[in-house]
């Protein structure tokens, strides 16, 4: 893993069906010669209808509209959006059941909250099981 220079790197890592065990090799190896490693966050989703849900434009407005504006409430984030309260809690209760959003109870609402502010998707066109023979042939 090389350094980029931005220590704070707020990248949500999500893959389809297999993780990585590259990065967890990488951190441990730094780990083992004293140093700290970078920080990676990786959700893995073994469902293709699971990537759909989060990159359907209505779960990528709210994600959005969280990220740039904080809100306070679900209510509020409808409003950022223009939809209704009942959908965009509909939604943001799915995007909590992905891994994606935390709502937290803050006295008689719940606020929505990222700790990422990008979300990079590795969707690979080939199964793993399939070998080269395979797949030249």
């Keep these: 893993m090389g350094?980029?220079?931005?220590?704070?790197?707020?990248?949500?890592?999500?893959?389809?069906?297999?993780?990585?065990?590259?990065?967890?090799e990488d951190a441990l190896a730094a780990l083992d010669q004293g140093e700290t490693p970078e920080s990676h966050f990786e959700v893995v989703y073994h469902d293709p209808a699971d990537v759909?849900?989060?990159t359907r434009p209505k779960s990528l407005e709210l994600l959005?509209?969280?990220?740039?504006?904080?809100?306070?409430?679900?209510?509020?984030?409808?409003?950022?959006?223009?939809r209704d309260v009942s959908q965009v809690h509909r939604n943001l209760n799915e995007l909590e059941e992905l891994h994606l959003v935390d709502l937290t109870d803050d006295g008689q609402s719940k606020r929505p909250s990222?700790?990422?502010?990008?979300?990079?998707i590795d969707l690979?066109?080939?199964?793993?099981?399939v070998g080269s023979d395979e797949a030249t042939a």
């Design 64 to 82: 959005r509209a969280i990220v740039q504006h904080e809100p306070e409430s679900i209510r509020e984030t409808a409003r950022l959006v223009d």
């Design 124 to 129: 690979p066109l080939v199964t793993p099981d």
């Design 114 to 120: 990222v700790w990422y502010d990008a979300i990079d």
């Design 3 to 24: 350094t980029t220079g931005n220590t704070t790197d707020r990248t949500l890592h999500i893959r389809f069906r297999e993780g990585s065990d590259d990065d967890i």
């Design 52 to 54: 759909h849900r989060v």
